[in-house]
Antibody
Framework: QVQLQESGPGLVKPSGTLSLTCAVSGGSTSSNYWWSWVRQPPGKGLEWIGEIYVSGSTNYNSSLESRVTISIDKSKNQFSLRLTSVTAADTAVYYC??????WGKGTTVIVSS | DIQMTQSPSTLSASVGDRVTITCRASQTISTWLAWYQQKPGKAPNLLIYRSSSLKTGVPSRFSGSGSGTEFTLTISSLQPDDFATYYCQQYKSCWTFGQGTKVEVK
């Protein structure tokens, strides 16, 4: 049974860079899936951030594309999110997912000085 | 980008009611549509994929239908555990979520 676990700093300063990692267990990032990041601001809906394939191909939400990088490390069986120039609007619960059916539990990131 | 419009945003219902939530895509997505249930503080939980396929373990009172641009999620007889927020999601071209429907106690 595949499980995903997000990790990273829970507090990021404005104008800084948000970096999160999603560790995959019970499965492999070398398998043929798209691996995604989704976020949810407090009290709001779900927003897709982007995705990466095993080949390294990526797709990003056009509203975030200039600030987002998603990468994959098959040797460590994990994939990562990097979001630059953060503001308070980037405060959210961040989820990693494999396809539509497997999600991590989420990690809260607050942007504040 | 494909936009998803979900309605209603809030739905008040009682246990035993039949509940229907609608989702409309801004362009055709065939049947590349999923429905999720989310409870406070929890990750979204997949209920239905490919518009009408029930994920293993999901109660049969949940059903989905539609293709192209119009989709519905139906709960045939609302149970106490079903009070939650529901999201549709297209995954034909990247992902886009609907705004969500909160099913609350009437």
């Amino acid at each position: 049974q595949v499980q995903l676990q997000e990790s990273g700093p829970g507090l990021v300063k404005p104008s800084g860079t948000l970096s999160l990692t999603c560790a995959v267990s019970g499965g492999s990032t070398s398998s043929n899936y798209w691996w995604s990041w989704v976020r949810q601001p407090p009290g709001k809906g779900l927003e897709w951030i982007g995705e990466i394939y095993v080949s390294g191909s990526t797709n990003y939400n056009s509203s975030l594309e200039s600030r987002v990088t998603i990468s994959i490390d098959k040797s460590k069986n994990q994939f990562s999110l990097r979001l630059t120039s953060v503001t308070a609007a980037d405060t959210a619960v961040y989820y990693c997912a494999r396809g539509p059916d497997v999600w991590g539990k989420g990690t809260t990131v607050i942007v504040s000085s | 980008d494909i936009q998803m419009t979900q309605s209603p945003s809030t739905l008040s219902a009682s246990v035993g009611d039949r509940v229907t939530i609608t989702c409309r895509a801004s362009q055709t997505i065939s049947t590349w549509l999923a429905w999720y249930q989310q409870k406070p503080g929890k990750a979204p939980n997949l209920l239905i994929y490919r518009s009408s396929s029930l994920k293993t373990g999901v109660p049969s009172r949940f059903s989905g239908s539609g293709s192209g641009t119009e989709f519905t999620l139906t709960i045939s007889s609302l149970q106490p555990d079903d009070f939650a927020t529901y999201y549709c999601q297209q995954y034909k071209s990247c992902w886009t979520f609907g705004q969500g429907t909160k099913v609350e106690v009437k």
